[in-house]
């Protein structure tokens, strides 16, 4: 999540401060399915609308949110939602992957739980996209990225909720009551405390653990999980390769750029 709020960051440049609930319009694909019925592949296979209202025109940052994992995944903008998914996908998260897919092979037959090489890339990608985000909360420099976004949050909390539900209930075209339950829930303390548990490497240890079904009471799942993460650390480490590209496609999309 804190991949989202840099590259959006990195994006606005310096007005990056100017409209802070932008970051969590960016962020609301990934955020909404808490609620029960709504699902992630409904916020990330929504019919992608390039021209916007006035009053709606915040929307484009949840496009924004799509084309990045568009790159991350597919490693080029589509125009309309890509279905299914392809172990093969030539996006950064993908290819970095890789090299991870037959550890992830070996340790899934270590712990009986064997599983398929389409499996293990899904996994790998996974890897790779937490390890990424933990490298950039980690080293990003001088704006802290889980403080700008806890910032932002607040500030939409307080001042911005009702613009932000009736433009993500014309966006996802759901009833707007059903938008602000799941908003309540996504920006609450407690999932912002569930968000702050992954800043370092342990808590995202448990995450995957607890993602892919494997036993936290286990000392081997922990350990062989632990030394996935450390090697995708490794591979995660020019976060430029995925920065450039990704600013590159998405300023030559026709996503509407206004502030
Ligand atoms: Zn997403």
Same mark, same amino acid.
């Given at each position: 999540m804190m991949t989202h709020t840099w590259i959006l960051k990195e994006f606005l440049g310096s007005n990056f401060r100017e409209s802070l609930d932008l970051y969590v319009y960016n962020v609301c694909p990934d955020l909404?399915? +808490?609620?029960?019925? +709504?699902t992630a592949e409904f916020t990330h296979g929504i019919p992608r609308r390039f021209f916007y209202p006035p009053q709606h025109q915040k929307a484009a940052y949840v496009l924004f949110h799509l084309l990045v994992d568009d790159m991350a995944h597919h490693g080029q903008i589509h125009t309309d939602p890509v279905c299914g998914f392809n172990p093969n996908s030539q996006g950064y998260a993908y290819r970095r992957g890789q090299s991870l897919i037959e550890p992830i092979l070996e340790f899934q037959q270590r712990m009986g739980m064997d599983v398929d090489r389409r499996t293990a890339a899904y996994r790998a990608h996974t890897i790779i996209e937490l390890t990424f985000d933990l490298r950039l909360v980690q080293e990003a420099g001088e704006v802290r990225l889980y403080e700008l976004f806890s910032e932002a949050v607040d500030h939409t909390v307080d001042k911005k909720m009702d613009e932000l539900c009736e433009t993500l209930d014309w966006f996802f075209g759901v009833e707007a009551a059903v938008i602000r339950q799941a908003l309540e829930k996504g920006l609450s303390s407690g999932t912002l405390e569930r968000i702050k548990s992954l800043k370092d490497i342990e808590g995202r240890i448990g995450f995957y653990i607890d993602r892919f079904g494997l @036993?936290? @009471?286990?000392d081997a799942a922990w350990e062989g999980t632990r030394t996935l993460l450390l090697q995708a650390m490794r591979l995660v480490d020019d976060f430029d390769a995925f920065l450039s590209p990704t600013l590159c496609a998405i300023k030559n999309s026709s996503i509407p750029c206004f502030l």
């Open positions: 909404l399915p +808490i609620q029960k019925g +709504i @036993d936290r @009471d286990n």
